[in-house]
């Protein structure tokens, strides 16, 4: 049984790797073109450039559209990977339960 949850537990830390990576490619964290490359004045914003939430200067076309796509298709795989991981986890966790109660 120590089996499953340890693979379950695998999975899940791949999971979360996977997570971060897929993030990292969606954001272009640490790309230095990112913080060179601004939007272009905006009528009827003030200082021009669009800002983000942050109120930094947003990145235009700093991300290709194959770059957002397979960082989006990773990011929805990671979910179902956590989430079979964890069903996983939550089934071996059941079974060794039975299993305890049918020896008492």
Do not use: C, H, W
């Not at 073109?33 to 003030?46: H, M, R, T």
């Not at 397979?70 to 060794?96: C, H, M, P, Q, T």
């Amino acid at each position: 049984m120590t089996t499953a949850i340890s693979i379950s537990l695998s999975g899940l830390q791949s999971a979360s790797q996977r997570l971060n990576d897929a993030a990292a490619v969606i954001t272009k964290s640490g790309d230095p073109k990112l913080s060179e490359k601004v939007a272009p004045p905006q009528p009827g914003i003030e200082g021009g450039g669009d800002r983000g939430n942050s109120g930094r200067p947003v990145a235009a076309g700093s991300i290709s559209t194959d770059d957002l796509t397979s960082g989006l298709i990773d990011l929805k795989l990671a979910e179902f990977s956590y989430k079979a991981s964890a069903r996983v986890l939550k089934i071996a966790n059941e079974i060794e339960g039975y299993l305890i109660d049918q020896f008492k």
